[in-house]
């Protein structure tokens, strides 16, 4: 994050005293999660201590919904910085599973049990991941002409490190990750433009502890989005 500031001080001062284009965005999708292991520590309803993984977690497709503000500079203009505020309201359907370890105990607020030969019965359940982004943007002018002078089709890339929020036992707890994506606005006049984006969400050894369970895992998200931006 320090070297990211850095690097947007330091362009922002060489494009000095140059006016930014300015974004406003708003968009949304699907997000799809590929199945993960849950790692499981702590003790469960019985008091017992655990220590094991609930293997390959299934998710239904989720929905993500999201704004983006940035600016692109003026005197490098396929040069761009943006802050992502996204939310994904991923569902985790009712499923059995293996477990390594015998459990009772609550999994985002619902009952969840491995038996002794190793059966993990999945509540149905929903996971929110609520986050932001700040990016560096990069983009490729297509389409020039006198009306669209840094092009009415642009390609561009994005990336940048990703922080998520969640709630444990009620407090607020933070996880730090990474994104990267690649889209194409296509502007329908100066200040308006349409894009679709792919993007790839990652938070490794994210955890989640309900009562006295924790659970980590490598949470994985590949997103289609599409959207309206209002550019001034």
Do not use: C
């Not at 590929?34 to 929905?63: C, E, F, Y």
């Not at 105990?105 to 190793?118: C, H, K, M, Q, T």
């Not at 019965?121 to 991941?129: F, G, K, Y």
């Not at 982004?133 to 840094?150: G, H, Q, S």
Request: proline share 6%.
């Amino acid at each position: 994050m320090a070297l990211l500031m850095i690097m947007v001080v330091a362009l922002t001062g060489l494009a000095a005293p140059a006016a930014a284009e300015w974004t406003i965005d708003l968009y949304g999708g699907a997000a799809w999660l590929p199945p993960a292991d849950l790692d499981v520590s702590g003790s469960d309803n019985t008091r017992a201590s655990v220590q094991g993984s609930l293997l390959d977690i299934h998710t239904d497709t989720a929905l993500t919904v999201g704004t983006r503000f940035g600016y692109w500079l003026e005197s490098v203009p396929f040069l761009g910085f943006d802050l992502d505020l996204f939310y994904m309201h991923v569902p985790i359907p009712k499923q059995t599973r293996s477990g390594t370890a015998r459990l009772t105990g609550e999994f985002l607020d619902r009952p969840i049990s491995v038996s002794i030969n190793g059966t993990a019965s999945i509540p149905d359940a929903t996971l929110p991941l609520l986050g932001f982004a700040p990016e560096i943007r990069l983009r490729w002018p297509l389409m020039v002409d006198n009306a669209f002078p840094k092009g009415r089709l642009q390609p561009y890339l994005s990336a940048g490190p990703a922080w998520a929020f969640s709630l444990d036992n009620e407090e607020l707890t933070v996880e730090l990750g990474g994104k990267v994506g690649v889209g194409l606005a296509f502007s329908l006049a100066r200040w308006i433009a349409l894009f679709g984006e792919y993007r790839y969400i990652f938070y490794p050894g994210m955890e989640l502890t309900d009562r006295n369970l924790t659970y980590k895992a490598d949470i994985k998200t590949h997103s289609v989005v599409l959207g309206l931006s209002l550019r001034f």
